[in-house]
């Protein structure tokens, strides 16, 4: 079956430092791919949509100056939070669109970020 | 746009116990789908549903797609420990630009 792989799975760093975290899928081209955070114990809250080649669509109160979305080829997307602080850490994760209008998301593992 | 509200938000059985998770909408719904996501895991899909009236069923679990489009319910018959984790009903929504809402989720837990 399809899989997203994400990386890195965990990342702890110092208020202020900027953290790259890459969504591949592995087997099957991506046009379009999702970014959520979710809080503990809360829901999915989808923060940006990523289209290949073109601009992501930020949801409502998401800073997209905050939050740096790169989706430039058909199996790569990164988010980027630039100059993090302790209330960024979350649980980000990454989803991939199947093929097909009925197909499932392919989620990734999820990157646990902590800010110090 | 659409939301969908999730009921209820915790739920602890004894293995053996039926469990039901329920999710309701204001508006009528084109589909819903079902994922679940295990403590300290990635949500997995477990069905979507389209049809009113709609009923599948996957081994020990029912879902269910309301007559009107507007609810639809997940039951697990005797539940075992493994079926511990958070269930989601998501609406996937807006056509060729979709997205996916996440109600809010029920977390179960079982007591062997």
């Known amino acids: 079956g399809a899989v997203v792989s994400q990386h890195p799975s965990w990342v702890i760093c110092k208020s202020g430092t900027s953290v790259k975290i890459e969504c591949r899928s592995l087997?099957?081209?991506?046009?379009?791919m999702f970014w959520y955070r979710q809080f503990p114990k809360q829901s999915l809250m989808l923060m940006a949509t990523s289209n290949e080649g073109s601009k992501a669509t930020y949801e409502q109160g998401v800073e997209k100056d905050k939050f740096l979305i790169n989706h430039a080829s058909l199996t790569l997307s990164t988010l980027t939070v630039t100059s993090a602080h302790p209330e960024d850490s979350s649980f980000y994760i990454c989803?991939?669109?199947?093929?097909?209008?009925?197909?499932?998301?392919?989620f990734g593992d999820g990157t646990r970020l902590s800010i110090l | 746009g659409q939301q969908v509200m999730q009921i209820p938000q915790y739920q602890h059985v004894q293995e053996g116990e039926d469990f039901t998770t329920y999710c309701n909408s204001s508006t009528t719904l084109s589909n819903i789908q079902w994922y679940k996501q295990r403590p300290g895991g990635h949500p997995v899909f477990l069905i979507q549903l389209v049809k009113s009236g709609e009923v599948k069923k996957q081994k020990r679990l029912t879902f269910q797609f309301g007559e009107a489009k507007k609810n639809s319910s997940l039951h697990i018959t005797a539940t075992q420990t493994t079926d511990v984790g958070t269930y989601f009903c998501?609406?996937?929504?807006?056509?060729?630009?979709?997205?996916?809402?996440f109600g809010k989720g029920t977390l179960l837990t079982v007591n062997p």
């Open positions: 989803s991939a669109d199947g093929q097909g209008r009925t197909s499932p998301q392919h």
């Open positions: 998501v609406l996937r929504s807006g056509g060729s630009n979709y997205k996916l809402t």
């Open positions: 087997d099957f081209q991506a046009t379009t």
